[in-house]
């Protein structure tokens, strides 16, 4: 995986507005490169199914390197989400 490609890359250019704090949220973050994203937005963006594929593996190498940035709102938020999107 390109480790400079952010979900603009994948999902394309953000439309709309971002009327809610979430969607601001996501807005913000949309041309961040995945690898420099906080652990909390890649767990956004596996809960919204937001470049699904590319965040599962995201997900997967943060936890394989184990070093948490601290922006998960509770411990293994990182490991719930990553779960739950790859059963999906």
């Not at 979900?7 to 009327?19: C, F, L, R, T, Y």
């Not at 943060?62 to 790859?86: C, G, H, M, V």
Request: with cysteine; charged share 35%.
């Amino acid at each position: 995986m390109n480790k400079q490609i952010s979900v603009k890359d994948i999902e394309g250019v953000w439309s709309g507005d971002a009327i809610t704090g979430l969607m601001q949220h996501c807005k913000d973050a949309w041309e961040i490169p995945l690898i420099e994203l906080e652990d909390i937005m890649v767990v956004t963006f596996l809960n919204q199914k937001i470049a699904l594929s590319h965040m599962i593996l995201e997900a997967e190498r943060r936890l394989k390197d184990e070093k948490p940035d601290d922006s998960e709102l509770y411990d293994d938020q990182l490991k719930e989400a990553y779960e739950r999107a790859k059963n999906t």
